[in-house]
């Protein structure tokens, strides 16, 4: 079963940071910041304006940032995904 998502809406795969350690102390899960950065997986058809639809400006493979409160977050085939609207990511990273 593949995840499609609707309208402006976009699919993101979360990238997971590297394990941190600050001196010889590792900092727990519940101390760590949420991701921001993420791999997109798929995108919606577009948005509409004025009865036409906008095709989105990020593609599939693009690397992104997105706002640290944004989207959805769901779990499939234990990967974890966001599906965020397109104005919620920041930056496509090159």
């Known amino acids: 079963m593949a995840i499609r998502p609707l309208g ?10 590297e394990l941190q350690k600050k001196g010889v102390l590792y900092i727990p899960d519940t101390a760590k910041e949420k991701p921001q950065q993420g791999k997109v997986v798929a ?9 036409k639809v906008i095709p989105l400006d990020v593609k599939v493979n693009d690397v992104v940032l997105y706002g640290k409160y944004s989207g959805t977050e769901i779990k499939h085939d ?9 104005s919620d ?4 990273l090159s």
Do not use: H, K, M, P
């Not at 402006?8 to 940071?17: K, S, Y």
């Not at 995108?43 to 009865?51: A, H, L, Q």
């Not at 990511?89 to 496509?92: G, Q």
């Open 8 to 17: 402006d809406r976009v699919l993101i795969q979360v990238v997971e940071e």
């Open 78 to 86: 234990g990967n974890e995904y966001l599906i965020v609207r397109e």
């Open 43 to 51: 995108v919606g058809s577009g948005r509409y304006e004025d009865g």
């Open 89 to 92: 990511i920041l930056a496509i």
